[in-house]
């Protein structure tokens, strides 16, 4: 028989709970947001280096096709560009987009042995103009930047020159940056270091065959203080003398396609027509002509 003096026996159970694993999700998030920022700044960096005939070349890349492209309102910096065929339209009007597919004229084919023949020698002629251009293009432009790393003087106007690749050819330009012009305000002669660069230009272009063309370029503000003497005046002088410059260097006067004064008319910066930019010089080496193989009407 048990003791009155017996204590119970109490057994406690504790029950353990399992906290659940934290998930990864955010991690993933974080990962999406770190890469969002990478591509962010890699597309800024990208910006940055591109010049503005890089730009406006993917512009017109993504442009809609065989659409005229011409400015609206007023034309000035907050004009825009409206892709139409009327042209400026008042605000509130409704845009009209107007697409026209052309088929382009196919060629006759060649009929005779004769004429089979000299459409081949043509089309092989095309090719080896086309790559010996291109060759003659990389060379220029390569030997162009490397006078100006090799020459302090020059190096100092690497801003101030734009050498890309058009359809015309390969086009050298010079042009104003705001604090450094090229030439003295409404004076057609150019500082020496623009004579200096441009004689440094005509050394490279001596060596090639192809011809040159050279244009004058102003912004929009007017001529001062010349009565009767405007920008188209203006222009034509300065790429009169820059065709003097680069004769006297060696190139000879037949290799001088044209020489032309364009004023205020083709902008590098259309959005902005009195921007220091748009006063410069282009020399263009202009891609050879095809010679016509002997019996051969196209």
Do not use: C
Not at 59 to 86: C, K, L, Q
Not at 109 to 126: I, N, R, Y
Request: avoid cysteine; aromatic fraction near 6%.
């Amino acid at each position: 028989m048990a003791a009155k003096n017996e204590q119970p026996i109490i057994i406690k159970k504790v029950k353990k709970v399992v906290h659940g694993h934290h998930g990864g999700a955010w991690k993933i998030a974080y990962a999406d947001f770190v890469t969002a920022m990478m591509a962010f700044f890699l597309l800024m960096w990208l910006i940055s280096m591109t010049t503005p005939e890089q730009k406006q070349g993917l512009a017109d890349y993504f442009a809609p096709a065989n659409v005229s492209r011409s400015t609206s309102g007023a034309g000035g910096i907050m004009g825009g560009t409206a892709f139409d065929e009327t042209g400026a339209r008042m605000p509130g009007t409704k845009p009209q987009i107007v697409m026209t597919v052309s088929t382009p004229a196919q060629p006759k084919s060649p009929e005779t042995a004769e004429e089979k023949a000299a459409a081949a020698q043509m089309e092989k002629l095309l090719k080896e103009k086309s790559a010996r251009d291109e060759r003659n293009f990389r060379s220029a432009a390569e030997s162009i930047r490397q006078s100006m790393r090799e020459n302090p003087d020059l190096a100092q106007l690497s801003r101030n020159v734009i050498v890309d690749e058009t359809p015309d050819g390969l086009r050298i330009q010079i042009v104003d940056q705001d604090g450094r012009s090229m030439f003295p305000a409404d004076m057609a002669e150019p500082y020496e270091r623009t004579r200096q660069l441009i004689d440094e230009v005509a050394k490279i272009l001596i060596k090639l065959p192809n011809r040159v063309s050279i244009s004058g370029h102003t912004d929009a503000n007017p001529v001062k203080g010349k009565a009767g003497y405007g920008n188209w005046e203006l222009t034509s002088d300065r790429a009169n003398a820059a065709r003097r410059i680069v004769e006297n260097a060696g190139l000879s006067g037949d290799r001088i396609y044209q020489v032309i004064g364009k004023a205020d008319s083709d902008p590098l910066f259309p959005e902005d027509p009195y921007m220091a930019a748009n006063r410069r010089l282009s020399i263009v080496l202009l891609r050879e002509a095809p010679v016509t193989p002997p019996g051969f009407s196209p």
